[in-house]
Structures are given as structure tokens and as C-alpha cells.
């Protein structure tokens, strides 16, 4: 059994910026790829930024230069910085963990709103 447990969601005013953070535990293999995703009302689930076990990145285009992911491999957290929030990224956001055989993990997703 895996567990992802998220943090850091919150209200926000635009501008503003939070700090997100997964930490998996459990019977999990070493961890390959940490990645963040999001969902919106009535809309799909969509890719947000991605780091590998090598620290290599890479984001979607609508946050890049903006949100900042990171890892620390001791602790098998994963973290998004999120700065210059916008009302678009309203959204409930999801961390994703894939381990070394594959085996996709996903937490139960945390909220953030952006709102004056």
C-alpha cells in the first residue's frame, strides 16, 4: 500500500503564491518521476510540471517561469513553488508518483483557489 499525502492549498489572492507538497510512504519501489497536476471545474486533467529521479524538469507552458517544482529523494516529498498566481490556476491539484517498475501513484488532491 502507497500513500501520497498533499499539502499547502489554500485561498490566495491573485499575485499571491503557495507552496505544495506530496510526500509518498509505504511499500513503494525507489521513486523514478514526480509530477503535479491539476484539474478545474469542468475540465480534464491536465499536466502541470514534471521532475525526474536525474532533477531534470519540465512544465506546461502556461506556468513556466511562474511555478517552480522540486524533490527531496530522502524524504520522497515532491513540492511546487507556485508564485504570480492567477485566477486560472484555480484548481485542485494532484501530485503523481511513478516508481521504478512503473506502478503510477496518485494522491487525493488538495485545492487552490485564487481570488481577490
Do not use: H
Amino acid at each position: 500500500q502507497v500513500q501520497l499525502v498533499e499539502s499547502g492549498g489554500g485561498l490566495v489572492q491573485p499575485g499571491g503564491s503557495l507552496r505544495l507538497s506530496c510526500a509518498a510512504s509505504g511499500n513503494l519501489f525507489a521513486i523514478n518521476a514526480m509530477a503535479w497536476y491539476r484539474q478545474a471545474p469542468g475540465k480534464q486533467r491536465e499536466f502541470v510540471a514534471k521532475i525526474a529521479s536525474g532533477s531534470s524538469t519540465n512544465y506546461a507552458d502556461s506556468v513556466k517561469g511562474r511555478f517552480t517544482i522540486s524533490r527531496d529523494n530522502a524524504l520522497n516529498t515532491v513540492y511546487l513553488q507556485m508564485n504570480s498566481l492567477k485566477p486560472e490556476d484555480t484548481a485542485v491539484y494532484y501530485c503523481n508518483v511513478v516508481d521504478a517498475i512503473g506502478s503510477s501513484y496518485w494522491g487525493q488532491g488538495t485545492q487552490v483557489t485564487v481570488s481577490s
